[in-house]
């Protein structure tokens, strides 16, 4: 309902009503069907999550849940049998898809060399 209190009010119908801190999401005044296209495609692909009102970490835990939905998908998708044509098992299959899907993500930074090279202020909580 906090949520929606910041799009549900008499406001927004005030050209250039702010519906969060970011320049980029405001109410756009009702000029013509031009303004509305324009305004529409000039909005990001991915939304921010402070557009919700959320913690950036909210980016994090939808990552999360949609790794697991696609592991979960393969797993279901996979055959029962415990052997494939090919000789491998389910396991062996899934282990390989899991194992190449991996190996295309890039490696970490090397934090340690990075904050030789480019030091700044550490900070302690």
């Known amino acids: 309902m906090n949520i929606l209190e ?4 008499l406001d ?3 050209d250039g009503y702010k519906f969060s801190t970011s320049p ?3 109410s ?3 000029d013509s069907y031009l303004g509305y296209k ?3 495609k000039g909005l990001p692909l991915e939304e921010n999550t402070e557009i919700f009102s959320m913690h950036e970490n909210a980016n994090i835990t939808f990552a999360q849940k949609e790794t ?3 592991f979960n998908t393969l797993v279901a998708l ?3 049998t415990s052997k494939s044509g090919s000789g491998k098992s389910r396991d062996e299959i899934l282990m390989e898809t899991v194992q190449s899907m991996q190996s295309k993500i890039p ?3 090397p934090i340690d060399h990075v904050m030789k090279k480019y030091p700044i202020g550490i900070f302690f909580f």
Not at 6 to 9: A, E
């Open 78 to 80: 996979m055959p029962k």
């Open 28 to 30: 756009i005044p009702a």
């Open 107 to 109: 490696k970490p930074f």
């Open 68 to 70: 697991f939905t696609l």
């Open 6 to 9: 910041d799009y549900y009010c």
């Open 12 to 14: 927004v119908l005030q």
């Open 24 to 26: 980029i999401y405001y």
């Open 38 to 40: 324009n305004y529409l």
